[in-house]
């Protein structure tokens, strides 16, 4: 199977910028399509960002579009989570995710590979 880490996580005034990185091992992530959800304290895992195996696809969700880019360097083994524009409704642990088909990505959390999590915190 495919081992994920997250890293990239921080603390950020609203409107600021991270970066979140996912690096892969075990496994090449080329045949993976990659995703990002997030989790707040008492808060169901959402949807936030995923990609095809090689790059060519991507989807967003609502609450994210126009402010975070998901990116994947598949010789790296590493996907990759551009966020802009943060707002406080961002807060939360970002967990890195891998699946062999882009539609389940999209639209279960069941099926998945998961990494750890990372912290992203947003103040006003």
């Known amino acids: 199977q495919v081992q994920l880490v997250e890293s990239g996580g921080g603390a950020v005034q609203a409107g600021g910028s991270l970066r979140l990185s996912c690096g892969a091992s075990?496994?090449?992530?080329?045949?993976?399509?990659m995703g990002w959800f997030r989790q707040a304290p008492g808060k169901e895992r959402e949807f936030v960002a995923a990609?095809?195996?090689?790059?060519?696809?991507?989807n967003y969700a609502d609450s994210v579009k126009g402010r975070f880019t998901i990116s994947r360097d598949n010789a790296k083994n590493t996907v990759y989570l551009q966020m802009n524009s943060l707002k406080p409704d961002d807060t939360a642990v970002y967990y890195c995710?891998?699946?062999?088909?882009?539609?389940?990505?999209?639209?279960?959390?069941?099926?998945?590979?998961w990494g750890q999590g990372t912290q992203v915190t947003v103040s006003s």
């Open positions: 075990g496994r090449t992530i080329s045949m993976y399509a």
């Open positions: 990609i095809s195996w090689s790059g060519g696809s991507t």
């Open positions: 995710a891998a699946h062999p088909s882009m539609v389940k990505v999209t639209t279960t959390l069941s099926g998945l590979y």
